[in-house]
């Protein structure tokens, strides 16, 4: 299996743009969980999904930030409009049902807001 | 609710050391504990789990035991490399959270010296 896949890898934006982050998740898992990583905060849960449905977004940090999973094979997190604290790493990850917490990383899109 | 405690980093060491890095849970349910490893520019992937008391997780040379009586997970090797060094985290899934949701620790990073 080609493992969680995220893109872009590296994004630099301006301040006001609208950012997209895209999470292929591995075929057949159910949980998908979007994660923002920074110096000072460390690892942080933003949202996750089971059976594409959000389940928990109270890690979302305002109303700028918003997800979707429109089917079990994508998902995305969109930031508009961004900011420069914005900037950091953001994770997907995705889990089987049966797992029971062996959560699969993607290598993460580092963004830069300028 | 659920949470995890590290030791701060970062903890620096010499190649062939013994390393620990402590790690210490609070949870309202029974949890499997976890540790994850992130070596730079990746995700997180999963080092070693244990899913009940007085299981011991390894796995490249790291090991853990599932202390309920401490509520510990503490990490270990006996012989640190260079190739070690990288951030890693502590993480409980408690298995009455029916979405396979991670609490994660802050993160120690390690680095070993030649």
């Known amino acids: 299996d080609a493992g969680v896949i995220q893109s872009p890898r590296h994004e630099v934006t301006e301040m006001g743009q609208e950012v997209t982050l895209r999470c292929k998740p591995i075929?057949?898992?159910?949980?998908l969980f979007w994660y923002r990583q920074t110096m000072m905060r460390g690892l942080e849960l933003l949202i996750y999904?089971?059976?594409?449905?959000?389940?928990?977004d109270s890690g979302m940090p305002e109303d700028r930030f918003s997800a979707k999973m429109p089917n079990a094979s994508f998902s995305t997190l969109k930031i508009q409009p961004s900011e420069p604290r914005d900037s950091a790493v953001y994770f997907c990850?995705?889990?089987?049902?049966?797992?029971?917490?062996?959560?699969?990383f993607g290598e993460g899109s580092r963004l830069t807001v300028l | 609710g659920d949470s995890v405690t590290q030791m701060e980093g970062p903890v620096t060491l010499s190649e062939e050391a013994f390393l620990t890095i402590n790690c210490t849970y609070t949870?309202?349910?029974?949890?499997?504990l976890f540790w994850y490893v992130q070596y730079p520019g990746e995700g997180l992937q999963l080092l070693l789990k244990?899913?009940?008391?007085?299981d011991k997780g390894s796995n490249k040379g790291f090991e853990a035991t599932y202390r309920k009586e401490t509520t510990s997970f503490h990490l270990e090797k006996g012989s640190v490399q260079v190739s070690d060094s990288a951030v890693y985290f502590c993480?409980?899934?408690?298995?009455?959270?029916?979405?396979?949701?991670?609490?994660f620790g802050g993160g120690t990073r390690l680095m070993v010296k030649p």
């Open positions: 990850a995705s889990v089987t049902g049966v797992s029971h917490g062996e959560l699969f």
């Open positions: 075929s057949g898992h159910n949980s």
């Open positions: 999904f089971n059976n594409n449905v959000p389940i928990d």
């Open positions: 949870a309202t349910g029974y949890p499997s």
């Open positions: 244990a899913t009940k008391a007085d």
């Open positions: 993480a409980l899934s408690d298995r009455n959270n029916a979405g396979n949701m991670l609490t």
